[in-house]
């Protein structure tokens, strides 16, 4: 069973940055694709980005282009997303998860493996 732990959320003030990471146990971790994913208060839990298992292609949510970065090291098992300009509307628990294979996805359904989340709170 692979584990997934987040770490790096926080309160953070509108116009400022967060760099969340992802560290995953087990040997496999460069096999597969990662994603984060993000869920508001009362809301459902959205696509935020995904990476594929190389690192070659990275895809983003419209509402984070430009501001969001994933990214991997496929050294220390970890993936992060690093996040810049944040807005009230990122406020979100975050969460990081393993894709079914190597190919991304922004469907948590191709994702079966998920980290405990991480709080991210932004403020105006």
């Known amino acids: 069973q692979v584990q997934l732990v987040e770490s790096g959320g926080g309160l953070v003030q509108a116009g400022g940055s967060l760099r969340l990471s992802c560290a995953a146990s087990?040997?496999?971790?460069?096999?597969?694709?990662m994603g984060w994913f993000r869920q508001a208060p009362g809301k459902e839990r959205d696509f935020v980005a995904s990476?594929?298992?190389?690192?070659?292609?990275?895809d983003y949510a419209d509402s984070v282009k430009g501001r969001f970065t994933i990214s991997r090291d496929n050294a220390k098992n970890t993936v992060y997303l690093q996040m810049n300009s944040l807005q009230p509307e990122d406020t979100a628990d975050y969460y990081c998860?393993?894709?079914?294979?190597?190919?991304?996805?922004?469907?948590?359904?191709?994702?079966?493996?998920w980290g405990q989340g991480s709080q991210v709170t932004v403020y105006s």
């Open positions: 990476i594929t298992w190389s690192g070659g292609r990275t």
């Open positions: 998860a393993r894709g079914r294979s190597g190919t991304s996805s922004s469907s948590e359904y191709e994702y079966n493996q």
């Open positions: 087990g040997r496999t971790f460069s096999n597969y694709a």
